[in-house]
DNA sequence: TTGAGACAAACAAGTGTTAGTTTGGGAGAG
DNA sequence: CTCTCCCAAACTAACACTTGTTTGTCTCAA
């Protein structure tokens, strides 16, 4: 059994995950930080050029992973339907795997500064135009019902993003039932 | 037209759901909320308690205004169809005509201190599971399909709760098309 | 003249961050 | 095997503000 020995590195980014999402980015000090991962606040510094820089490590990471997460989906064989469906668990499946993290970065993003601040909106804006663009095709092929795509992608997201309570919630639901039942129950509405 | 002269009390208020919807309730200082209300910081306590007590105000105001929506809906000759869908939009009106204001509530929250904050967290689970009930029952007689409630009721909230940026985006959407359509898309998902 | 509401001044506590210093362990030389 | 030297990573102390809030005073309409 290889008790893996994490780095005060990642100590770090892992405690801060928690407490940002436990209590918001705004409202998490540097020492209470330090003290949680059992150091003093200057240390942080040796690790993280800033508290910004901290934020944008966890945001970034997610996006890379959500990117990633959507690699294959949109091979053009696939009806629309099962390339939304893939989409959707591919989703579902970066935020399983990374609670806290993936909390963070849908609720935080916000108070990133400004170079950093630009960037995640881009691509978040260029992550969303690929379910967009799925659902688009799928209007016009007949697949989908005709419907506001707006509306439409911006619903399926805000439900996927809020799959973080659920797995917090009491009842015991898998990755793989939460992904099944709500893509069924978005797939079933946009059907013609 | 008269041009409604309003107090400094409400005018704190509306300053306050605007800057915290925009910037988050703990990145707001009191020195800035009066600066934009255009008196000094000190003038907010002849109003206010307190920060928290500002939000409170804010929070359970748009709670109450849930549970006022609600009203009627629960009628009981009415299939568990029409009172899902009478409660969407019972749902989404509220938030469509307390914009700033519903999206506080949402996203701050959390920042309320300790007796507000078990009052809040009550009156919620209270409303969550008006929604549950309808559609509890709603699958007991056969309207709905089999599904995990507490899934779906989840679904549904984050989809409704997310309508505020809908309104935000550059298309013009009115709050009846969207509680039209979402209503559709999410019912359509429901049935049997 | 009373009272509401604005104010400046100040409080204690907390903010992110920097400077300068100490510590401990590993590499290389004798 | 020991003795330097080095460097990462921890530390203490402090800086320059900012935080929410209180106190006491002044003003002005009723």
Redesign the interface.
Known sequence: MATATISTRQNIRLTAQKLFRE??Y??VGMRELAKEVGIEAPSIYNHYKSKDDLLREICSDIAAQFFKAFEGVDADEKSATKKLRAAIKGHISVIANNLEASSVFF?EW??LEEPNLAQFKKQRHEYELKFRDIIDKGIKKGDFKP??I???T??I???L??TY??YR?N?R?TQD??AE??A????????S
């Open positions: 209590r918001g705004a409202a609720q916000m108070f419907m506001n707006k509306l439409v911006f619903t997201f805000s439900a993003n809020a309570d659920l919630s009842e639901l039932q939460i039942d709500m069924n129950l978005l797939l079933k509405g946009l059907k």
